[in-house]
């Protein structure tokens, strides 16, 4: 079983940084074994994935609308993964969520067996 909570959304200008963390509690696996990744929903849109990362952590993919400004990266020690978000657009204004995969690296939401409750990211302009 696998519980997720992240945190460090909030309100920010347009321009401006903020890095989200998410934590993992795990049982029966370590999280190592997990390939992680960041979704956004925006109010009355689907969600769409942002960023993924490989269990070992070397092998990163980005959604085209994100390339270049976020990283995701996760240590493994602290059972966390995190998404540094930079040069931020009110486009980028959503809830995050954080998602853990047990058997795919891929940016495929149904790939993805446990969810984290969100956590909102307004960015004003």
């Known amino acids: 079983q696998v519980q997720l909570v992240e945190s460090g959304g909030g309100l920010v200008q347009a321009g401006g940084s903020l890095r989200l963390s998410c934590a993992a509690s795990?049982?029966?696996?370590?999280?190592?074994?997990?390939?992680m990744g960041w979704f956004r929903q925006a109010a009355g849109k689907e969600r769409d994935f942002v960023a993924v990362?490989?269990?070992?952590?070397?092998?990163?993919f980005y959604a085209d609308s994100v390339k270049g400004r976020f990283t995701i990266s996760r240590d493994n020690a602290k059972n966390t993964v995190y998404l540094q978000m930079n040069s931020l657009k009110p486009e980028d204004t959503a809830i995050y969520y954080c998602?853990?995969?047990?058997?795919?690296?891929?940016?495929?939401?149904?790939?993805?067996?446990?969810w984290g409750q969100g956590t909102q990211v307004t960015v004003s302009s």
């Open positions: 990362i490989h269990r070992a952590g070397g092998l990163t």
């Open positions: 795990i049982s029966g696996r370590t999280f190592s074994n997990y390939n």
């Open positions: 998602a853990a995969a047990r058997l795919y690296y891929s940016g495929d939401a149904n790939q993805y067996n446990y």
